[in-house]
């Protein structure tokens, strides 16, 4: 009600309340219960009632109060009637289908029309719910290797309501390990503020502004409100039976609930035998019950499949992804955490139309049609073998004659030819800058007259003591100057009319002077005058070139011969960086007072080597909700050994089926609107930003809003709360309740079985960034019902999202404006841009070098033995929401290496937020961030800040104490 889908949500001051656009009386008639007794102004007069609790007499009180309750609304008997809920409610939402339709087959004409339920991230089946919620922690990075095994090998059976104490013991280091995030949305904010009690969203961070501004506090606010003594009056609450305070959730109830079986997937086949309509969603970053578990489930469920797994969308955007089996269908909603309404109203307001008018989700066909791929999809289509329906025809490479005008001709003086390089004003640029920098060519080859492109950016304070860091962008083909200046890690980002830049107050030439190089010739500004170099280019010969240009260029630069240098890059950078720091170290061994003083590198969602990029890649896209079962197998299977560079014709047409699933996303950043570049498409792109409504922006604290809101005595006077009856506070949840639970059935999958043979029409939502009841423990879930998919997964969309604050806020289109800018005369002019020998126009990425690219080794694991062993300082970080070069390919790679680990996987933080996780083994640092995808300081600038300051500094990844003093340590990760 106050969160998630009711008319009214509690603001922040926990004592007014504004107007939900999406809530769900927008289409139908909203009932809210509040059970079982003992939770919020639910009571009983008899205490043992509180102590009892349980499944079994949950769904029987249920069913009498929808009994009792049509006899005092009268105008509701016989109406259409569908159920919902989360989380829990994954197990009283089926068993009181279950009751129902039994009641109903036993009294003829039964005032209650059950026609489905829609369950989302919803606890279903004790095993499959944990090996769902195991993969998808380590998949995306929260837990070590070691946890992961361990809880594999332990927790099993006993882990949410029944831990073993060896399981308790592993529970304890796992939340360690995760940090102080709120694990049912792993990429919002979580509260600070510990003076009241947080039942659902105890951990989590202040990450980015979701609609108003994402609020993590809202059970704070509601505690407050419902509290209010005009709030309970107004919804007539009875005070003398509700003496205890209004709480959001009651410890005691869960700590003494008496059932609750291992599976409902009994309840499932029964249901689904009955007819009812069942949809199960699940949104893909919760860590409580992920979308890993929920496909786990559903898989378990042995259904037939009867449409394909597609993606599903809403004003030209993914919305997520649907499958329907025979009985059942399921959804999974893009960018969502446990609460699904709470993080993406508008899709589950879309969710529910669908739902209850019996129809699919909506397709990409039903709302746009686009008039060309998405940039970014296109480049990860390339990057997949070039074989899809999109695919976009390489530039024409004109023939480049070896003249060379006056710009070329400089003395023999190297600061002469330094001098000639600096770059004092750039087009577009209305504001000062307090470095210097340099933009020119540097001949890497006489004989064939290839040249690369460089810019240098020195540092804004004490250049002359600060490290050079070297920055390179992979594709093969792509830009370093497209991508790591003007995206990323630059002075300068490009501004969306593609004329003017403005200033990255995250910039890394804030700790030190940034080089980027357009490598290889053909890139970029970079060109050969001969042709065939062109055709020509590989990693081998990169490296050799890329030596050379370092060699040349410290002639040109003497004040940074013997300076500590560092590099760094992402992506297909994940070759050259170490192919080139490979060749480095060797030079060095060869040549005494080499100038290259080459102390280390980073690189990240880096490509490494081909099987465990592979694996990790095809676990992280099933895992996540992004393909279907189907499709996941087939890759494995097939694709492990050929994907990326050479695909197989078999291969081809699997990467072509799954793009079909995916849908119009951008991969490199899942969670993030998709660029377009016609009229219509930006007018929803536009939407997409603006109508991303998640209670005027995310609030995480609407529970504290809703405890202040309800235990107003106004409030509970309007709802005709039983003051005498519920004498005690109104709150969220009752843990009394929770603890005192009577009965509760380790899986309701009867009661779906049940349900689903009576005909209801049930529908399962699941939110994708939920951590409690994720995505995968619904499809496990909907497997387990064995159910006939009628319709396949697919995308389905909405046009509102709000993703984050990135930068001045995020644009999907920054290739496109960057493709403008630097096509710009007067921009090539101040770069020193040589007109005769670059005819070609500018390009982010060229496809012709990456179609034509002539070495490509499977692995550089072996180049990674190497450099460890001469001593190099060697970081790899990965930005976990991407899904080319995922976290989880990293991993494995890492794995591969055999290192040993000299400090445990943990989590590191800034400005007491978890920035992401982190470990350290002999000759090697893992980091992850948080939030953030392929391109990671374009998503989380200031996480990638931080992360190049301890990288250079050779200091382990900030941790919380050394960020900020907690208010308490008592504070734990909940809902396990």
Request: aromatic share 14%.
């Amino acid at each position: 009600m106050s969160e998630e889908v009711g008319p009214f949500h509690v603001d922040k001051d926990g004592k007014s309340i504004y107007s939900n656009p999406y809530s769900w009386n927008t289409v139908a008639n909203l009932l809210f219960i509040d059970s079982p007794v003992g939770v919020g102004y639910s009571y009983s007069n008899t205490s043992a009632d509180i102590e009892s609790n349980g499944d079994k007499r949950t769904a029987e009180d249920l069913l009498q109060f929808l009994l009792n309750w049509l006899e005092r609304f009268p105008q509701y008997k016989g109406r259409d009637f569908y159920m919902t809920g989360e989380s829990y409610a994954g197990h009283y939402v089926p068993q009181l289908s279950q009751v129902i339709v039994r009641y109903n087959k036993e009294n003829t004409g039964s005032p209650i029309n059950l026609l489905g339920y829609l369950v989302g991230n919803a606890l279903t089946d004790e095993h499959h719910d944990h090996l769902g919620l195991f993969q998808f922690w380590w998949t995306v990075g929260l837990i070590s290797d070691q946890t992961y095994k361990k809880l594999n090998d332990v927790c099993d059976k006993a882990f949410y309501m029944r831990p073993s104490q060896e399981c308790y013991q592993i529970r304890e280091n796992l939340i360690q390990e995760v940090g102080n995030i709120d694990s049912y949305s792993i990429f919002t904010p979580s509260c600070t503020a510990n003076d009241v009690n947080n039942k659902l969203l105890r951990r989590w961070h202040k990450f980015g502004y979701i609609g108003r501004s994402y609020d993590p506090c809202t059970e704070q606010h509601s505690t407050i409100y419902f509290n209010l003594p005009e709030v309970q009056k107004a919804l007539h609450v009875y005070h003398s039976n509700t003496s205890r305070s209004w709480e959001v959730c009651s410890d005691f109830i869960e700590t003494s609930w008496q059932d609750s079986p291992l599976s409902v997937l009994d309840v499932y086949h029964e249901l689904i035998t009955a007819g009812l309509r069942i949809w199960m969603f699940s949104g893909d970053t919760d860590g409580v019950i992920p979308v890993t578990s929920t496909r786990y489930t559903i898989n378990a469920l042995n259904l037939t499949t009867i449409s394909p797994w597609r993606a599903w969308y809403e004003d030209g955007q993914v919305g997520g992804w649907t499958q329907m089996y025979k009985g059942l269908t399921f959804v999974a909603v893009r960018g969502a955490g446990h609460k699904v309404p709470l993080h993406k109203p508008k899709l589950a307001l879309t969710l529910l139309k669908s739902f209850m008018a019996g129809t699919p989700m909506p397709s990409f066909e039903q709302v746009i049609e686009p008039s060309r791929c998405p940039k970014s999809n296109r480049r990860f289509q390339e990057f997949l073998g070039g074989s899809v329906s999109c695919f976009y025809v390489g530039v024409r490479i004109g023939m480049m004659f070896g003249v060379c005008d006056d710009e070329c001709n400089v003395d023999d003086d190297p600061l002469t030819e330094q001098k000639q390089d600096q770059v004092f004003d750039l087009p577009g640029q209305n504001f000062n800058v307090d470095f210097a920098q340099y933009a020119g060519y540097v001949t890497v080859n006489e004989e064939n007259g290839r040249a690369l492109f460089y810019w240098l950016t020195e540092a804004t304070q004490d250049p002359a003591s600060q490290p050079l860091v070297l920055w390179l962008n992979g594709g093969p083909g792509c830009s370093s100057i497209a991508y790591g200046m003007s995206e990323e890690v630059g002075p300068f980002h490009v501004d969306k009319d593609g004329k003017f830049v403005y200033s990255n107050p995250y910039s890394w030439n804030t700790v030190a002077n940034l080089l980027f190089i357009d490598s290889p010739v053909g890139v970029g500004y970079s060109y050969s005058n001969t042709s065939a170099d062109i055709e020509s280019n590989g990693d081998k010969r990169t490296a050799e070139d890329l030596l050379q240009f370092l060699l040349n260029w410290l002639e040109r630069f003497p004040q940074y011969k013997g300076r500590d240098f560092y590099m760094t890059g992402e992506s297909y950078a994940g070759h050259y960086v170490p192919q080139l720091s490979q060749v480095i170290v060797r030079y060095n061994k060869e040549n005494t007072g080499s100038p290259i003083n080459l102390l280390g590198y980073m690189v990240g969602n880096a490509v490494t080597d081909e099987y465990n990029d592979h694996f990790g890649l095809f676990q992280y896209m099933w895992t996540v909700g992004m393909i279907s079962d189907q499709t996941f197998k087939k890759l494995n299977d097939v694709c492990a050994k050929s994907f990326y560079i050479r695909p197989s014709p078999e291969c081809r047409q699997i990467i072509e089926y799954m793009f079909h699933e995916l849908g119009n996303i951008d991969h490199y950043s899942i969670f993030t609107p998709s660029c377009t570049t016609n009229d219509v498409n930006d007018r929803l792109l536009r939407k997409w930003h603006k109508s991303g409504y998640i209670g005027r922006s995310y609030d995480p604290c609407t529970e504290q809003h809703s405890t202040i809101y309800f235990n107003l005595p106004e409030v509970q006077k309007a709802l005709h709360v039983y003051h005498s009856n519920t004498s005690r506070s109104w709150e969220v949840c009752s843990d009394f309740i929770e603890t005192s639970w009577q009965d509760s059935p380790l899986s309701v999958l009867d009661v779906y079985h049940e349900l689903i043979t009576s005909g209801l029409r049930i529908w399962m939502f699941s939110g994708d960034t939920d951590a409690v009841i994720p995505v995968t423990s619904t499809r496990y879930t909907i497997n387990a019902l064995n159910l006939t998919a009628i319709s396949p997964w697919r995308a389905w969309y909405e046009d509102g999202q709000k993703s984050g604050y990135i930068g001045r806020s995020y644009d999907p289109c920054t290739e496109q404006h960057s493709t403008i800018y630097f096509n710009l005369p007067e921009v090539q002019k101040a770069l020193h841009v040589y007109h005769s020998n670059t005819s070609r126009s500018w390009e982010v990425c060229s496809d012709f070098i990456e179609t034509s690219w002539q070495d490509s080794p499977l692995s550089v694991l072996d180049v990674y033995h190497e450099l460890i062993t001469s001593g190099l300082r060697i970081w790899m970080f990965s930005g976990d929401t991407d899904a080319v070069i995922p976290v989880t390919s990293t991993r494995y790679a890492i794995n591969a290496l055999n290192l040993t680990a000299i400090s445990p996987w943990r989590a590191w933080y800034e400005d007491g937020q978890v920035g992401g996780w982190t470990q350290m083994y002999e000759g090697l640092t893992l980091v992850a961030v948080r939030g953030a995808g392929h391109k990671v300081p374009l998503h989380k600038p200031k996480l990638a800040l931080t992360l190049l300051k301890s990288f250079m500094a050779g200091t382990p990844m900030p941790s919380f104490e050394q960020v900020i003093e907690p208010k308490t340590s008592s504070q734990q990760v909940t809902g396990f």
